[in-house]
């Protein structure tokens, strides 16, 4: 079991910089950590993902160059620090984990995460 709760979101100029804390807690040994996010009347889609000891990452198109996923494995958070944020980023953001590699990658599905947090609003907007 892991236990997952975000903090960090808020309303943010376009342009301007955001930066998501997920604090876990339980078997946080080993897990995958990712973040994912859903716009109103929209699915749930992938952000990014970071392996265990943090040398792999993994980011969907749209945010790469200006968002970074990292983590503390001392204190048990992992971060997204979001750049030149754009209003189309405006989404309920979640941390996710999950133990298991997919075919030997990071997993980039909802269906691949077992364990949820309950989301921190991001609104970019001017």
């Known amino acids: 079991q892991v236990l997952l709760v975000e903090s960090g979101g808020g309303l943010v100029q376009p342009g301007g910089s955001l930066r998501l804390s997920c604090a876990a807690s339980g078997r946080t040994f080993s897990t995958i950590m990712a973040w994912f996010r859903q716009a109103p009347g929209e699915e749930r889609e992938f952000v990014a993902a970071?392996?265990?000891?943090?040398?792999?990452?993994d980011y969907t198109d749209s945010v790469k160059g200006r968002f970074t996923i990292n983590r503390d494995n001392s204190d048990d958070t992992v971060y997204l620090q979001m750049n030149r944020l754009e209003p189309e980023d405006t989404a309920l953001y979640y941390c996710?984990?999950?133990?298991?590699?997919?075919?030997?990658?990071?997993?980039?599905?909802?269906?691949?995460?077992?364990?949820w947090g309950q989301g921190t609003q991001v609104t970019v907007s001017s």
């Open positions: 970071v392996s265990w000891n943090g040398a792999n990452t």
């Open positions: 996710a984990a999950e133990y298991r590699y997919i075919d030997g990658t990071l997993p980039t599905t909802t269906q691949a995460y077992v364990y």
